[in-house]
C-alpha cells in the first residue's frame, strides 16, 4: 500500500525541516521532498529601521553564523552610507570573520556529523549524538569541547558578544585591539592551527579513509558551484571577493558581488517556506530533475574549494592539491562536503594567524563616523553554509526602504531536495524502511549543514 | 538516576542552544547526571515514531522532568510542539528572549502576514513570483507569541542568547532543588560606567560614530554611553548578560550601547513606555530619533505590545 514517511524533524542541523518521502504501492521511493518549515520575514521587518542598526538585528538570522550576517550587513551599509572603512577596521572585521568560521567547523563536523560515522550511520539513535561520542572516545571529545571553547572565548574575550555579535559597525569597528588582545589572540590562534592539522589527521585516518564507493556516493548529483574568489588571482577569499558560479562542466563566469541578480534567481515552490535559488543567467530555467537538472548548483565548502583556483596559505594548499588529485575540479561527490570542511578549517586557521601577525592591526583608527543617506549596498561574505548576501536600500533619513537577502543555506536548497532524493531511491529498496535508511537519507542532507 | 531534559527550538535562530553548548567543559561534567531525551540540533528523537510512520496527529516528545524551549511560537507546528512539550515536562523553561518576550522575530509583529507574504514570495528583485506556500508547511499564526501567551512557563531564562552562566545556574538549581539565584536588577546596574548626571543634555543620538573613551583604560573609566548622547536600554533592561563574573554587560564591553536584548527589568514590564519616562524625567527629548516602537521594543514586540499600524485612510 502507498504510503508517506515523514523524518520530523530532520536532527542534528541548524535550521528547521522535515522530510517526506512518498513510497508508492510496490514500496518503491515515488517523490521525495525536504520542506523547510518556517519563515521569519527580516526582509520585511528591517524596513524602516535605521540602517547602522541592522547589523545587530539580523544576525539573529542564524545562531551559529552571527558573525556572518553581522559582516554582510554591516558590508551593505557601508555602502549605502558611502562609507570608508579604515585598514585597521577592516582588518577586524576579516579577523573576527574567519575566527568564526573555525568554531562553525569543529561544530559541524564533531557535533552533529562525526556521530553518524564514528558511531555508525546505523547505531541506536540514542547514542548516535555527540553525548554518545563523548563517552565512546572521552579523550578526543574533551579535546573538541575544549578547543571549540577556546575559539568562542577568544571571539568573546575581544569583541564581547560572540553569540549575537555587535562589534561591527557600519564604517569599521567599535574598539580598536590592543598589543595585549593581539599577543593572546597570536597565541590562541597557534593552538588552534595545531588541532586544526590534527582534526585532518584524525579525520583522513579515521572517517575519510574508510569512505567506500557506496559512501562517495551517497546523495550523489551532478550540479554547478557558486563562491566568492579572490579578484586577484582566483583564490579562496571568505571575506571578500568577486562571486565565481561554475558550471557542471567546470567552466566559469566571474561577477561582481552587486550584480547578484542578473546571474541568480529564487524560485518559490508550493510546498517549502524556503525559496529556491537557480542560476538564472544559464536560461536553462529550472529543474530539480535527477536526470536532467537545470540551473541548479550547489554552495558551501566543497563549492567554495571547487571554484576557487588556488589557497594562498601552504597547509591548506597542500590539502587542496591532494584533495583535486583524488577527486578532480569540480568534485561532485556530496559526501566530500565533510573534507572540504576541514580543508578549510586548515585555512581559517592559518589565515587566522597571518591576519594577526600584521602588525598595523593594532592601529587605534577603526572606524570612520558615518552619514545616514539614500543609497545601496550590497554587502556578500562567505558563511559556513554558502555564500551570503545582504542588499540594501535605504532612505534620504538612512532608513532601510527595501532590503533582499540570499542566505548561504538557501544556495542548497534545491540540491538538498535532490540529495534527499537520491539517497532515499538508494537506501529504501522493496518497502523496506529501516532506521539506518532513513539515517542515511538524513545523512546526505548533513553533509550541506544547512 | 539522570535528570530527563527535552529541549526545543521554534521561532529561533538556534543561538540559546549554541549558548548551552558554550557551556564547554562545564557541560561535559554536567552530563552524567542529563540525560537528554530530545533535543533536535544534537540528537535524533523523532516526533512521528524513529521510522516515520506514526500518526501525524500525535506529535510525540518523551517524558522528561526539565523541559527547555527558545523561540517563540509563529506558525501551527511550533504550537503544536510547544504544548506537547509542556503536556511531557515536569517543569518548563523559557529559554531566551525570543521565548520569554518575543525577541527579534516578534518585530514582524508591527505588520500584518499579507506584507509580509506579499514581499517575500513576490516582490524580492531575485524572486520568479508565485503565490504563497501553502502544501504541507503548518500556517502561521497571525502573529508572534511569546511561550506564556500560550501555555504556562515555570522558569523564565531571559537573554538573546542567554548567558550560559545562567543557563547553567538554572540547571543546576534544579537538581539541587532549589530556586535558581538569576539577576533581577537592570543592565545599568551591573555596568561599571562612569555615571556623572546627565548635566545639558537634551537629546540622543544615532550611533554613527564611535563613543568616547580611551581604549587603553578599562571600561570602568569611560562615561555612561547614555550620558554621552547615546541612546542605551539599559536603565530598562534586565540584567544578566556580565555572567556571573560580573565585569561589564557584554555590548559595553565592546564600547557599544544596549539594546535591550534581555527584555524588560520586569517579566510583564515594557521597555518602550519605561524608556521614554527615563528619559522624560531627565528632560531628554527622543521625538527626533527614527523607528520609537521598533527600536525599543526590539526585543519585546510579543504580548501584544507592537501591532500593525492601523491601515491608512
Ligand atoms: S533569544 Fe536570541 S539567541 Fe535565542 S533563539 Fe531568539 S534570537 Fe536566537
Ligand atoms: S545607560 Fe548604558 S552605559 Fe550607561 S550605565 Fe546604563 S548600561 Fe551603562
Ligand atoms: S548590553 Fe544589552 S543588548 Fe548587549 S547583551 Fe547586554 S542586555 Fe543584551
Given at each position: 500500500?502507498?504510503?508517506t514517511?515523514?523524518?520530523?524533524?530532520?536532527?542534528?542541523i541548524e535550521?528547521?525541516?522535515?522530510?517526506s518521502?512518498q513510497?508508492?504501492?510496490?514500496?518503491?521511493?515515488?517523490?521525495?521532498?525536504?520542506?523547510i518549515?518556517?519563515?521569519?520575514?527580516?526582509?520585511?521587518?528591517?524596513?524602516?529601521r535605521?540602517?547602522e542598526?541592522?547589523?545587530?538585528?539580523?544576525?539573529r538570522i542564524?545562531?551559529?553564523?552571527p558573525?556572518?550576517?553581522?559582516?554582510?550587513?554591516?558590508?551593505?551599509?557601508?555602502?549605502?552610507?558611502?562609507?570608508?572603512?579604515?585598514?585597521a577596521?577592516?582588518?577586524?572585521?576579516?579577523?573576527?570573520q574567519v575566527?568564526a568560521h573555525?568554531?562553525?567547523k569543529?561544530?559541524?563536523f564533531?557535533f552533529?556529523?562525526?556521530p553518524?560515522?564514528?558511531?555508525?550511520a546505523?547505531?541506536?539513535?540514542k547514542?548516535r549524538?555527540v553525548?554518545?561520542?563523548?563517552?565512546a572516545?572521552?579523550e578526543?571529545?574533551?579535546q573538541?569541547?575544549?578547543?571549540?571553547?577556546a575559539?568562542?572565548?577568544m571571539?568573546e574575550r575581544?569583541?564581547?558578544?560572540?553569540?549575537?555579535?555587535v562589534?561591527?559597525?557600519?564604517?569599521?569597528?567599535?574598539?580598536p585591539?590592543?598589543?595585549?588582545?593581539?599577543?593572546?589572540l597570536l597565541?590562541?590562534a597557534?593552538e588552534?592551527?595545531?588541532?586544526?592539522?590534527?582534526?585532518?589527521?584524525?579525520?583522513?585516518?579515521?572517517?575519510?579513509?574508510?569512505?567506500?564507493?557506496?559512501?562517495?556516493?551517497?546523495g550523489?548529483?551532478?550540479?554547478?558551484?557558486?563562491g566568492l574568489?579572490?579578484?586577484?588571482?582566483?583564490?579562496?577569499?571568505?571575506?571578500d571577493?568577486?562571486?565565481?558560479l561554475?558550471?557542471?562542466?567546470?567552466s566559469?563566469l566571474?561577477?561582481?558581488?552587486r550584480?547578484y541578480?542578473?546571474?541568480?534567481?529564487e524560485?518559490?515552490?508550493?510546498?517549502?517556506?524556503?525559496?529556491?535559488?537557480y542560476?538564472?543567467v544559464?536560461?536553462e530555467?529550472?529543474?530539480?530533475?535527477?536526470?536532467?537538472?537545470?540551473g541548479?548548483?550547489?554552495s558551501n565548502?566543497?563549492?567554495?574549494?571547487?571554484v576557487c583556483?588556488?589557497?594562498?596559505?601552504?597547509?591548506?594548499?597542500a590539502?587542496?592539491?591532494?584533495?583535486?588529485?583524488?577527486?578532480g575540479?569540480?568534485?561532485?561527490?556530496?559526501?566530500?562536503?565533510?573534507?572540504a570542511?576541514l580543508?578549510?578549517?586548515v585555512?581559517?586557521c592559518?589565515?587566522?594567524?597571518?591576519?594577526?601577525?600584521?602588525e598595523?592591526?593594532?592601529?587605534?583608527?577603526?572606524r570612520?563616523p558615518v552619514?545616514?543617506?539614500?543609497?545601496r549596498?550590497?554587502?556578500?561574505?562567505e558563511a559556513p553554509?554558502?555564500?551570503?548576501?545582504h542588499?540594501?536600500v535605504?532612505?534620504?533619513d538612512g532608513?532601510?526602504?527595501?532590503a533582499n537577502m540570499?542566505?548561504?543555506t538557501?544556495?542548497?536548497?534545491?540540491p538538498?531536495?535532490?540529495?534527499?532524493r537520491?539517497?532515499?531511491?538508494?537506501a529504501?529498496?522493496g518497502?523496506q524502511?529501516?532506521?539506518?535508511?532513513?539515517?542515511?537519507?538524513?545523512?546526505?542532507?548533513?553533509?550541506?549543514?544547512? | 538516576?539522570?535528570?530527563r531534559?527535552?529541549?526545543?527550538?521554534?521561532?529561533s535562530?538556534?543561538?540559546?542552544e549554541?549558548?548551552?553548548l558554550?557551556?564547554?567543559?562545564r557541560?561535559l561534567?554536567?552530563a552524567p547526571q542529563l540525560?537528554?531525551v530530545?533535543?533536535?540540533?544534537?540528537?535524533d528523537?523523532?516526533y512521528f515514531?524513529?521510522?516515520?510512520?506514526g500518526?501525524?496527529k500525535?506529535?510525540?516528545?518523551?517524558?522528561?522532568?526539565?523541559?527547555?524551549?527558545?523561540?517563540?511560537?509563529?506558525?501551527?507546528?511550533?504550537?503544536e510542539v510547544?504544548?506537547?512539550?509542556?503536556a511531557?515536562?515536569?517543569?518548563?523553561?523559557?529559554l531566551?528572549?525570543?521565548?520569554?518576550h518575543?525577541?527579534?522575530?516578534?518585530l514582524?509583529?508591527?505588520l500584518a502576514?499579507?506584507?509580509?507574504?506579499?514581499?517575500?514570495?513576490r516582490?524580492c528583485?531575485t524572486n520568479?513570483?508565485a503565490?504563497?506556500?501553502?502544501?504541507?508547511?503548518?500556517?502561521?499564526l497571525e502573529r508572534?507569541?511569546?511561550?506564556d501567551?500560550k501555555?504556562k512557563?515555570?522558569?523564565?531564562l531571559?537573554?538573546?542568547?542567554?548567558?550560559p552562566?545562567?543557563i547553567?545556574?538554572?540547571?543546576l538549581?534544579f537538581?539541587?532543588?532549589?530556586?535558581p539565584a538569576?539577576?533581577?536588577?537592570?543592565?545599568?546596574?551591573?555596568?561599571p560606567?562612569?555615571r556623572?548626571g546627565?548635566?545639558?543634555?537634551?537629546?540622543?543620538?544615532?550611533f554613527?560614530?564611535n563613543?568616547?573613551?580611551?581604549p587603553a583604560?578599562?571600561?570602568?573609566?569611560m562615561?555612561?554611553?547614555?550620558?554621552?548622547g547615546?541612546?542605551?536600554?539599559?536603565p530598562?533592561?534586565?540584567?544578566?548578560?556580565?555572567?556571573?563574573?560580573g565585569?561589564a554587560?557584554?555590548?559595553?564591553?565592546a564600547?557599544?550601547?544596549?539594546?535591550?536584548?534581555?527584555g524588560?527589568?520586569r517579566?510583564?514590564g515594557?521597555?518602550m513606555?519605561d524608556m521614554?519616562?527615563a528619559?522624560?524625567s531627565?528632560?531628554?527629548?527622543?521625538?527626533?530619533?527614527p523607528d520609537?516602537?521598533?527600536g525599543?521594543?526590539?526585543f519585546?514586540?510579543?504580548?501584544?505590545?507592537?501591532?500593525?499600524?492601523?491601515?491608512?485612510k
Open positions: 500500500m502507498a504510503k514517511i515523514n523524518i520530523q524533524p530532520v536532527t542534528r535550521g528547521h525541516a522535515r522530510i518521502i513510497l508508492d504501492d510496490q514500496g518503491r521511493v515515488a517523490d521525495s521532498k525536504l520542506h518549515m518556517a519563515m521569519r520575514g527580516f526582509e520585511k521587518f528591517i524596513e524602516g535605521p540602517a542598526e541592522v547589523p545587530r538585528i539580523v544576525s542564524c545562531g551559529i553564523c558573525w556572518m550576517h553581522h559582516t554582510a550587513a554591516n558590508k551593505a551599509v557601508d555602502q549605502c552610507f558611502g562609507a570608508q572603512v579604515p585598514p577596521g577592516r582588518k577586524l572585521r576579516e579577523l573576527m575566527m573555525i568554531s562553525d569543529i561544530l559541524h564533531f552533529l556529523a562525526a553518524d560515522f564514528v558511531m555508525g546505523g547505531a541506536d539513535y547514542i549524538n553525548l554518545g561520542l563523548a563517552q572516545a572521552p578526543l571529545a574533551a573538541v569541547v575544549k578547543m571549540r571553547q575559539g568562542q572565548m571571539l575581544f569583541a564581547g558578544k560572540v553569540i549575537h555579535p562589534a561591527m559597525v557600519p564604517g569599521g569597528f567599535a574598539k585591539m590592543s598589543q595585549k588582545e593581539r599577543d593572546e597565541a590562541g597557534g588552534q592551527l595545531e588541532f586544526a592539522k590534527f582534526c585532518m589527521k584524525y579525520a583522513k585516518e579515521n572517517v575519510f579513509a574508510k569512505l567506500d564507493q557506496d559512501a562517495l556516493s551517497l550523489r548529483i551532478t550540479t554547478g558551484f557558486l574568489v579572490d579578484p586577484a588571482d582566483g583564490s579562496l577569499n571568505l571575506f571577493g568577486a562571486l565565481r561554475m558550471k557542471p562542466d567546470g566559469y566571474d561577477f561582481n558581488c550584480q541578480a542578473d546571474f541568480l534567481g524560485r518559490v515552490e508550493t510546498w517549502s517556506y524556503g525559496k529556491f535559488p542560476a538564472r544559464w536560461g530555467g529550472f529543474s530539480m530533475d535527477l536526470e536532467a537538472p537545470k541548479i548548483y550547489r565548502t566543497l563549492a567554495r574549494l571547487n583556483d588556488r589557497i594562498n596559505t601552504p597547509l591548506a594548499q590539502e587542496l592539491e591532494e584533495f583535486r588529485r583524488r577527486f575540479r569540480p568534485a561532485q561527490s556530496t559526501t566530500l562536503y565533510h573534507w570542511r580543508i578549510e578549517l585555512y581559517a592559518e589565515r587566522v594567524l597571518e591576519i594577526l601577525e600584521d598595523t592591526i593594532t592601529d587605534p583608527l577603526v570612520n552619514e545616514p543617506r539614500a543609497g549596498g550590497v554587502g556578500c561574505v553554509r554558502g555564500s551570503l548576501i542588499d540594501y535605504t532612505g534620504d532608513c532601510i526602504a527595501s540570499i542566505v548561504g538557501t544556495h542548497n536548497l534545491a538538498m531536495n535532490m540529495s534527499v537520491r539517497a532515499a531511491l538508494d529504501i529498496k518497502g524502511v529501516s532506521e539506518e535508511a532513513l539515517n542515511q537519507v538524513e545523512m546526505a542532507v548533513r553533509c550541506y549543514d544547512p | 538516576m539522570a535528570l531534559v527535552a529541549e526545543e527550538g521554534l521561532s535562530c538556534s543561538g540559546c549554541v549558548a548551552i558554550n557551556l564547554g567543559e557541560l561534567a554536567l540525560d537528554f530530545h533535543m533536535p540540533l544534537l540528537m528523537h523523532k515514531g524513529q521510522l516515520g510512520d500518526d501525524l500525535r506529535l510525540e516528545i518523551p517524558q522528561a522532568e526539565l523541559g527547555l524551549v527558545s523561540g517563540g511560537v509563529r506558525n501551527q507546528e511550533h504550537l510547544l504544548q506537547a512539550m509542556r511531557n515536562c515536569g517543569t518548563l523553561v523559557a531566551g528572549t525570543c521565548a520569554t518575543g525577541g527579534i522575530p516578534a514582524i509583529n508591527g502576514n499579507a506584507e509580509l507574504m506579499e514581499r517575500y514570495y516582490g528583485e520568479d513570483p503565490p504563497d506556500p501553502t502544501e504541507t508547511v503548518p500556517p502561521f508572534v507569541y511569546a511561550l501567551e501555555v512557563v515555570d522558569i523564565y531571559p537573554g538573546c542568547p542567554p548567558h552562566d545562567h547553567a545556574e538554572a540547571v538549581a537538581l539541587e532543588g532549589r530556586e538569576l539577576p533581577h536588577k537592570s543592565v545599568c546596574d551591573a555596568c560606567t562612569v556623572q546627565k548635566g545639558q543634555l537634551k537629546s540622543v543620538r544615532r554613527l560614530q563613543a568616547q573613551y580611551d583604560k578599562p571600561i570602568a573609566d562615561r555612561c554611553l547614555l550620558e554621552q547615546l541612546l542605551c536600554m539599559g530598562v533592561t534586565r540584567a544578566g548578560c556580565s555572567g556571573a563574573d565585569e554587560p557584554r555590548c559595553l564591553k564600547r557599544v550601547p544596549c539594546r535591550g536584548c534581555y524588560p527589568v517579566q510583564n515594557n521597555q513606555l521614554l519616562n528619559l522624560a531627565n528632560g531628554i527629548d527622543i521625538k527626533t530619533l520609537r516602537a521598533g525599543l521594543l526590539r519585546s514586540g510579543a504580548h501584544g505590545r507592537l501591532r500593525p499600524r492601523p491601515a491608512a
